[in-house]
Antibody, heavy 121, light 105 residues
Framework: EERLLDSGGDLVQPGGSLRLACVAS????????MSWVRQAPGKGLEWVSS????????YHADSVKGRFSISRDNSKNTLFLQMNSLRAEDTAVYYC??????????????WGQGTLVTVSS | DIQMTQSPSSLSASVGDRVTITCQAS??????LNWYQQKPGKAPKLLIY???NLERGVPSRFSGSGSGTHFTFTISSLQPEDIATYYC????????FGQGTKLEI
C-alpha cells in the first residue's frame, strides 16, 4: 500500500525553527514531484511548497518565501520542509502530498496524515 | 495571481439529491482544475483531475465539467458518506485552492 507519513510538528515560539519530514512507503518517490500543503485551524487548504522529482527545482508560496525551504532525499524516500522565522500565522496542520508529475505541480494524488505546527509564546 | 471563487460555501441536502458545486477562476485556466474531498480530521482526497477525469477508485456518482473560467462538480445521488468539505484547486501556475464547500445532510 502506498503511504506518506508526516512528522516533526511541534509547539514552537515565534521566530523559531522546525523541520518537518515525510517518509514514503509502498512506492519510490523519485518519479514524482512532491509538495507541502497546510491548513490553519478551521480554515481552507493553502499550497506551501513543491519540489521536482530530481530535486533540481523548488517553488514556494509568497507567504513563506525566504523563510521555508523544501528538500528531498530520494535515497531515503523522504521529503523535508525546513521552516525558519516562524510566525503565529504559520500555525496549521502541514500535509505532504505526492504530485502525479515529475516536474510540475498539477494535482495531489496521495496525502500524508498531517502534522500539527503551533507557533505561540 | 489567479483567484478561485467557489460556491456555495455551505450546502444542506438530502440523501439521493443531486448536488452541484461551482468554481470560477479569475482568468482562463483551460482544464487545469481538480476537486478534492476532505472529511473532518482527515487528509484531502483527490476525486476529479483535469476538470473531468475521475480518479481511480472514486465512485461514478462524482463528476466534473467545465473549462476556461467556469467549472462544475456534481454528485448525482448524495450518499451519507459524502458528508465532507469539497475544494477545487487550479494549477495554471502555482496551485490555488477554492475556499471550500461544506456539505451537510
Amino acid at each position: 500500500e502506498e503511504r506518506l507519513l508526516d512528522s516533526g510538528g511541534d509547539l514552537v515560539q515565534p521566530g523559531g525553527s522546525l523541520r518537518l519530514a515525510c517518509v514514503a512507503s509502498g512506492f519510490t518517490v523519485s518519479p514524482y514531484a512532491m509538495s507541502w500543503v497546510r491548513q490553519a485551524p478551521g480554515k481552507g487548504l493553502e499550497w506551501v511548497s513543491s519540489i521536482s522529482g530530481s530535486g533540481g527545482r523548488a517553488y514556494h508560496a509568497d507567504s513563506v518565501k525566504g523563510r521555508f525551504s523544501i528538500s528531498r532525499d530520494n535515497s531515503k524516500n523522504t521529503l523535508f520542509l525546513q521552516m525558519n522565522s516562524l510566525r503565529a500565522e504559520d500555525t496549521a496542520v502541514y500535509y505532504c502530498a505526492r504530485v502525479r508529475e515529475p516536474d510540475a505541480t498539477t494535482y495531489f494524488d496521495l496525502w500524508g496524515q498531517g502534522t500539527l505546527v503551533t507557533v505561540s509564546s | 495571481d489567479i483567484q478561485m471563487t467557489q460556491s456555495p460555501s455551505s450546502l444542506s441536502a438530502s440523501v439521493g439529491d443531486r448536488v452541484t458545486i461551482t468554481c470560477q477562476a479569475s482568468q482562463d485556466i483551460r482544464n487545469y482544475l481538480n476537486w478534492y474531498q476532505q472529511k473532518p480530521g482527515k487528509a484531502p482526497k483527490l476525486l476529479i483531475y483535469d476538470a473531468s477525469n475521475l480518479e481511480r477508485g472514486v465512485p461514478s456518482r462524482f463528476s466534473g465539467s467545465g473549462s476556461g473560467t467556469h467549472f462544475t462538480f456534481t454528485i448525482s445521488s448524495l450518499q451519507p458518506e459524502d458528508i465532507a468539505t469539497y475544494y477545487c484547486q487550479q494549477y495554471q501556475n502555482y496551485p490555488v485552492f477554492g475556499q471550500g464547500t461544506k456539505l451537510e445532510i
